[in-house]
């Protein structure tokens, strides 16, 4: 028995790869891993521009890859569906190669994402800052 798969399966297929045959949408979704980041962010983690990566998140918000929210002056992208980074774990291990995936707050980016990761880092534990203060 033949295994036949139609055009019309084939073609959105295609057109899912041709998206993520660009290397810095590749590192955009990495970035972005399982949480949700700004442009800003973005800037400051990849080293590109803002219009630049502007372009790229359009292409990728285009084929459905990317949601967005907006808090205030920010806009923040999620992952529409994160098993795009099991698929993207499945090609770097058929290459050989580690895909690392992790959200980390970036000393340049004034987000209030990264704004509040750094201050937890500097005090884990907002009762021990408050009584310092006291004492």
Known sequence: M????????????SALFQTLGVAPRLEILLAIGAGEACVCHLEAALGYRQAFISQHLMALREANLLETRREGRFVYYRLADRRIL??????GALLG?????QFSPVAA???PNCATTKVARLCPDP?????ERVA
Request: aromatic letters at 0%; proline letters at 3%.
């Open 2 to 13: 033949m295994n036949i798969i139609s055009h019309t399966a084939t073609v959105p297929i």
């Open 86 to 91: 099991d698929v993207l774990a499945q090609a």
């Open 97 to 101: 190669q580690a895909v690392a995936v």
């Open 109 to 111: 980016c004034e987000c």
């Open 127 to 131: 009762l021990i800052g408050e009584q």
